[in-house]
């Protein structure tokens, strides 16, 4: 299986402040036919389901705020919150579709410093 | 509405069996592969098992295969997670999520979940 690894755990941003959130697979989700990253993000706030954020390491879901981006390639990914705000207070997975199982990392909480 | 909504959780005890149900609505049910994901209280998303859209290819993690089945009935549009042999480590959140699998992708629709504790 794909083991995702999340670091930090946690991280206390001030509001407007940049919030970086690492990821690294175990084995690349780099798919070299097609050239793309099958890693998606996805944010649960306190007592909701996950909602998605990012596909193909760094395509935006519809309606999802621009301040937030994902960026990475291979085994190494990153969801940048550019300028965090009070609703951005949740905790962050990232989640590979690359081979079954698909597997989550550990999950990131963001809070406010 | 696009929706997905669990049922069937419950408290049983341990070595009994579950069966969850998602009913699917808003959207064309057989064209989604679906999933169950589990959360344990206090703790991260576990992806528990996979299903095609027409329901020939089946995925499970190693901590449920051998104990739990899924499976699906598109004419209704239902999704199902047959549960056995349950164990104290299987309490948790079942959530069911829709999975994209062309252009875009990424579990998308996510139901609210359904409650499993397992204990004696």
């Known amino acids: 299986d794909v083991v995702m690894t999340q670091s930090p755990d946690s991280l206390a941003v001030s509001l407007g402040e940049r919030a970086t959130i690492n990821c690294k697979s175990s084995q690349t989700v780099l798919n070299s036919s097609n050239n793309r990253n099958y890693l998606a993000w996805y944010q649960q706030k306190a007592g909701q389901p996950p909602n998605l954020l990012i596909y193909w390491a760094s395509t935006r879901e519809s309606g999802v705020p621009d301040r937030f981006s994902g960026s990475g390639s291979g085994t190494d990914f990153t969801l940048t919150i550019s300028s965090l705000q009070a609703e951005d207070v949740a905790v962050y997975y990232c989640?590979?579709?690359?081979?079954?199982?698909?597997?989550f990392g550990g999950g990131t909480k963001v809070e406010i410093k | 509405e696009v929706q997905l909504v669990e049922s069937g959780g419950g408290l049983v005890q341990p070595g009994e069996s579950l069966r969850l149900t998602c009913a699917a609505s808003?959207?064309?049910?057989?064209?989604?592969?679906m999933n169950w994901v589990r959360q344990a209280p206090g703790t991260g998303l576990v992806s528990v098992s996979r299903?095609?859209?027409?329901?020939?290819?089946?995925n499970y993690a190693d901590s449920v295969k051998g104990r739990f089945t899924i499976s699906r009935d598109n004419a209704n549009n239902r999704l199902y997670l047959e549960m056995s042999s349950l164990r104290a480590e299987d309490t948790a959140v079942y959530y069911c999520?829709?999975?994209?699998?062309?252009?875009?992708?990424?579990?998308?629709?996510w139901g609210q979940g359904t409650m499993v504790t397992v204990s004696s």
């Open positions: 299903i095609n859209s027409g329901g020939s290819s089946t």
């Open positions: 808003g959207f064309t049910f057989s064209s989604y592969y």
């Open positions: 989640q590979q579709y690359y081979s079954s199982p698909l597997t």
């Open positions: 999520a829709r999975e994209r699998t062309g252009t875009e992708r990424g579990m998308d629709i």
